[in-house]
């Protein structure tokens, strides 16, 4: 699975045409790629990639019902929309809005129970990784969404070391492998998808799918520019 996360980025013409590309894009019936533009335009990307391989999808949404939540979304309207997936704890957003697992909750909740898939996020700090303690905080991210009873059908994970993010740095293969790795053991789920963020480009992703425990990426800066992306695309399809 490639998923390309455009953040901020992009005026109504640009998505447009990114997304018109993306639909041209040569994907393989087993690779599943998809696409988070910002959420206004969220139905001019759904209607170019109608009909296509692509998925659309959500970079975030809360966990309430409709009500008076001035500047959010939720699930139902994703779904209603045309989503496929949302994106769910991004740092970005934990570091500005103040989101932790346990607030997520609801809105993972929300998202399974809309017949969405969540790609939840999680990563460490360079202060946790220099403090030996990026395990911790990653099993800390996690461990409340497996004892909130929810049915994690569909869950996918998108390991993002923070200090990764549009930095131009990549975790080493060695510590994506063991990342990955233990993020399954703790998933303890055959079919756990885990997906590898933090500066994939067309130059790093061959290292970054070495690894057998890595199930694609989801993908930022280079999300913007058609031709990175479709080489991420198939150096994931290559690997
Ligand atoms: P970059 O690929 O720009 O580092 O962003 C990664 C990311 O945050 C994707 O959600």
Redesign the pocket.
Known sequence: MIIG?WKMNTLREEARTLAESLAELPVQPTTRVGVCPPVIWQQTVGEVLKGSPVMVGLQDCVGDPFGAQTGCVNAAMARDAGCQFV?LG?S?RRQRFSETTDTLIPALQAVLEAGLFPIL?VGETRDDRDQGRAIEVVDAQLAPVLTAGLDLDGLVV?Y?PVW????GLSASQSDIDTMHTTIRAILDRDDAVVLY????SPESAPDVFASQAVSGA?????SLDIEKFAAIVAAWEQR
């Open positions: 996360n994106v991004h970005e996020c998108a993002e990764a993010i549009g930095t963020g933090g500066s994939v989801l993908v930022g800066g280079a």
